[in-house]
């Protein structure tokens, strides 16, 4: 009866040891005999702890950094890159299995074609096009590690690091480019207001009305501030007499030269003769003895 309760207490002993708790995103892949037996998980699994041997495999996503790696890019330009590769297990079987250890493979691999990569593209498409270069990165890291169950979500280039001289340059670089964009903005801005101010003054010109009305414009805005100096150009309304007397005494003086000679005064020199002979007497007769 001793041995019988002895043997009993073994069993239960035994059972109790062999029984294991997986999480819900643990799976565990059980060895029987050296010989792959099944995965298990998640809950209460039962493994012989004499005859089998489990190993727990984790299926959450994973995020491994990539430490700094010196790249030379196509153009010449050496780098420090790094990088930020997301990750998760699909097959624990083959895991375990296929690799000895997944993680550390699958960084160096990850390192590897961020070196590669990168070394085949220029500096500009690296800083500019920086999704173009991490979905080429994904695709190669997740079609050689997809034989090792390994599924790969995302690879990241985090930080490009450059060296001191090479900022100055795309520093002075692109000031350069916005100076010369100010300078194109401004030149267009000249050109619309001049093309605008034609048109308001080929508008404004048919009508006298319309000056005079701009002109008081003008001085009611100037008037606006608390201490200024108005100053009221004379219009040109006011000076059109004097210009249109001035022309027909121009050309009257004109007619009046003698047209023998053949050559025309200029309208100055008509203009001065006329007013010399107005000032100048007019000559007497003088009796002869």
């Known amino acids: 009866m001793e041995i019988l309760l002895g043997a009993l207490a073994v069993v239960v002993l035994y059972t109790f040891s062999s029984l294991c708790i997986l999480k819900q995103y643990e799976r565990g892949v059980v060895f029987l005999l050296g010989k792959f037996w099944a995965t298990k998980g998640p809950g209460l699994v039962f493994v012989p702890s004499i005859v089998a041997k489990m190993q727990r495999v984790s299926l959450r996503i994973l995020a491994i950094d990539i430490k700094p790696q010196d790249v030379i890019t196509r153009d010449n330009v050496s780098l420090k890159v790094n990088a930020v590769l997301y990750m998760r297990v699909k097959d624990p079987k083959m895991a375990v299995i296929e690799i000895e250890d997944y993680l550390y493979a699958t960084g160096q691999l990850a390192q590897t074609t961020l070196r590669t990569v990168l070394g085949e593209a220029e500096l500009d498409e690296l800083l500019a096009d920086r999704v173009k270069i991490n979905r080429i990165l994904k695709e190669i890291v997740d079609d050689r590690s997809n034989r090792w169950g390994i599924e790969v979500s995302a690879v990241e280039v985090k930080d490009v690091g450059l060296p001191v001289e090479m900022k100055r340059a795309m520093a002075r670089q692109a000031e350069c480019e916005r100076e010369r964009r100010a300078k ?12 605008r101010l034609t048109q308001a003054a080929s508008i404004i010109g048919t009508e006298r009305q ?56 200029p309208a100055a020199d008509a203009t001065e003769r ?8 007019p000559p007497q007769a003088v009796a002869s003895p």
């Open 274 to 281: 006329v007013s010399n002979s107005k000032r100048s007497p």
């Open 184 to 195: 194109v903005i401004a030149a267009e801005g000249e050109y619309q207001a001049a093309d």
């Open 210 to 265: 319309a000056l005079a009305l701009r002109l008081l414009q003008t001085i009611v805005e100037i008037s606006s501030e608390t201490t200024s100096t108005v100053l009221l150009p004379i219009p040109m309304d006011l000076i059109k007499p004097f210009t249109e007397l001035a022309q027909k005494v121009t050309k009257s003086a004109e007619k009046q030269l003698p047209e023998s000679t053949g050559v025309q005064m």
